[in-house]
């Protein structure tokens, strides 16, 4: 399938569509948990960094070989500008990914060699069914050499990101999967 006839297509709502560079199409359902969690952390982004900091969420940013992502959250410097239509993963301070059921493997170990090995200063890895952020620096060839856990529920996040600026993450903020119900 060509990339004209994949951007043209539409796709069940609800849905998130990812393209691999093995040449894969990825379709997994969004949950309330992942959208919710994406959206606390955009209103802690303007908070900790003004409503026009950039901050793009499930936007293309361009990587060497053709490894783009669409990260759930990005953090860009200030100066950041776009190359064509895109960013470059040079522009960026901080990744953060929310795990969903179906992308944990992706994002705690996929994307953890990634992202350090690009050199992207921090990787937040948000994980609402084990209650937990894990905030990886120090970036290396093979990921990063420091992670710090933290629960949810513990109160604030401070980030500091590499222009000298600080992301404030609010713990007692993201919010939990509800638990399952019957059916109606």
Wanted: with cysteine.
């Amino acid at each position: 399938m060509s990339v004209d006839a994949i951007t043209q297509s539409e796709f069940p709502a609800g849905y998130v569509v990812l393209f691999g560079v093995d040449g894969k199409i990825i379709m997994t359902p969004q949950s309330e948990e992942h959208s919710s969690t994406i959206k606390s952390m955009q209103y802690d982004t303007i908070l900790s960094l003004g409503r026009h900091a950039k901050t793009p969420s499930d936007v293309y940013i361009d990587f060497p070989a053709d490894e783009n992502s669409a990260p759930d959250l990005a953090i860009l410097r200030e100066d950041a500008r776009k190359e064509g239509k895109r960013y470059s993963f040079e522009d960026v301070l901080l990744i953060s990914e929310v795990v969903s059921t179906s992308s944990a493997r992706k994002d705690y170990d996929d994307c953890t060699a990634k992202y350090g090995r690009y050199g992207i200063p921090i990787y937040l890895v948000v994980d609402p069914y084990a209650g937990e952020v894990v905030l990886h620096t120090e970036p290396t060839a093979n990921g990063y050499s420091t992670a710090l856990k933290r629960a949810y529920g513990t109160g604030k996040l401070p980030v500091p990101l590499a222009d000298g600026r600080t992301f404030t993450l609010d713990l007692d903020e993201l919010p939990r999967p509800e638990p399952e119900t019957g059916a109606h």
